[in-house]
T-cell receptor, first 113, second 110 residues
Framework: DGGITQSPKYLFRKEGQNVTLSCEQN?????MYWYRQDPGQGLRLIYY???????QKGDIAEGYSVSREKKESFPLTVTSAQKNPTAFYLC????????????FGPGTRLTVT | KQEVTQIPAALSVPEGENLVLNCSFT??????LQWFRQDPGKGLTSLLL?????REQTSGRLNASLDKSSGRSTLYIAASQPGDSATYLC?????????FGAGTILRVKS
């Protein structure tokens, strides 16, 4: 099956710890994205990558880091510098040309206490 | 600043009713516009994508229109069903970056 997988579905961490969220796609898409969703709000872009070993900051990149060592994978690290990390995190991917439609994974709910 | 607004924030209708969800955007230089459905605790499912050169798209009971000049899109749902209950999100693409509205929470009562 083609699609985007995110793991784990639920993640619990203590304040002050870094945590890495996984995102993998087998759609052969060039671009990948990380979004954050808070209750009652739309999605906000954290980081995106259009090619391996390159990525750009989105609107709310502070306290987050990413890597893109393989086309299929785009992990997101939530660092201890992120002041309010509890949220629902969504990964997406798309082609870069033609019909640029973004496809989303099932999300990871992170709770930091 | 590129902003997307969705009205209403929540909507409750009886089964069988036709309904319209609204989306407005401040920057009309869009690449495309997508409507998504999100069930509680789940990811987003793409419903319809309208390219900037198109006026509307249809899929089953769903019809989405786009008016770039006025900065508006509508999602029309015909003969609503309880299974349509979800949050509907509008997202406007500027290049390959999406700007999302806050969504409309729809409840269809049986």
């Amino acid at each position: 099956d083609g699609g985007i997988t995110q793991s784990p579905k639920y993640l619990f961490r203590k304040e002050g710890q870094n945590v890495t969220l996984s995102c993998e796609q087998n759609l052969n898409h060039d671009a990948m994205y990380w979004y954050r969703q808070d209750p009652g709000q739309g999605l906000r872009l954290i980081y995106y990558s259009q090619i391996v070993n390159d990525f750009q900051k989105g609107d709310i990149a502070e306290g987050y880091s990413v890597s893109r060592e393989k086309k299929e994978s785009f992990p997101l690290t939530v660092t201890s510098a992120q002041k309010n990390p509890t949220a629902f995190y969504l990964c997406a991917s798309s082609q870069l040309a033609g019909v640029v439609e973004q496809y989303f994974g099932p999300g990871t709910r992170l709770t930091v206490t | 600043k590129q902003e997307v607004t969705q009205i209403p924030a929540a909507l409750s209708v009886p089964e069988g009713e036709n309904l319209v969800l609204n989306c407005s955007f401040t920057d009309s230089a869009i690449y495309n516009l997508q409507w998504f459905r999100q069930d509680p605790g789940k990811g987003l499912t793409s419903l319809l994508l309208i390219q900037s050169s198109q006026r509307e798209q249809t899929s089953g009971r769903l019809n989405a229109s786009l008016d770039k000049s006025s900065g508006r899109s509508t999602l029309y749902i015909a003969a609503s069903q309880p299974g349509d209950s979800a949050t509907y999100l509008c997202a406007v693409a500027y290049g390959n970056k999406l700007v999302f509205g806050a969504g409309t929470i729809l409840r269809v009562k049986s």
